[in-house]
């Protein structure tokens, strides 16, 4: 795979969550693009039920999520990167994955995320 820093190749962006993605210019918040889902990837979940305790007076079920692979996540190719969820992403870039990419600065109004204004990439591409 080559570098996937290289800022002279038009890559294909590959949106792996279950939401559209908007892409905005962080000078003049105008709306680059948007992508449906083209996919999901995931990171399996094993929950453990513990017991349960009383918060306000209200009966609460507790436990321990246990989180494993990362799933549904294509192989590298060639000139894509794959958009996924930060927890996805982080687990895939500790496998070594480098063509995959999360949110790394949020459009917000209100409080509401409604879009995105970068990209994060693994963090071993920054030594």
């Known amino acids: 795979m080559e570098n996937v820093l290289n800022a002279s190749v ?5 949106n792996l969550t ?8 962080p000078l003049d918040d105008t709306l680059m693009f948007t992508m449906d889902s083209e996919g999901l990837a995931r990171v399996s979940q094993t929950t453990t039920p513990l017991t349960q305790i009383s918060v306000g007076g ?3 079920d507790t436990g ?4 494993g692979e990362v799933e549904g996540l294509p192989a590298p190719q060639n000139g894509v990167l794959y958009f996924v969820s930060a927890m996805v992403a982080t687990r895939a870039w500790a496998a070594g994955r480098v063509d995959v990419v999360c949110p790394l600065e949020y459009k917000r109004s209100e409080g509401r995320i409604e879009g995105i204004y970068s990209l994060q990439f693994n963090p071993s591409l920054a030594r």
């Open 10 to 14: 038009d890559y294909r962006l590959v």
């Open 18 to 25: 279950p939401h559209v993605m908007s892409m905005y210019n």
């Open 58 to 60: 209200y009966v609460v």
């Open 64 to 67: 321990v999520n246990q989180f």
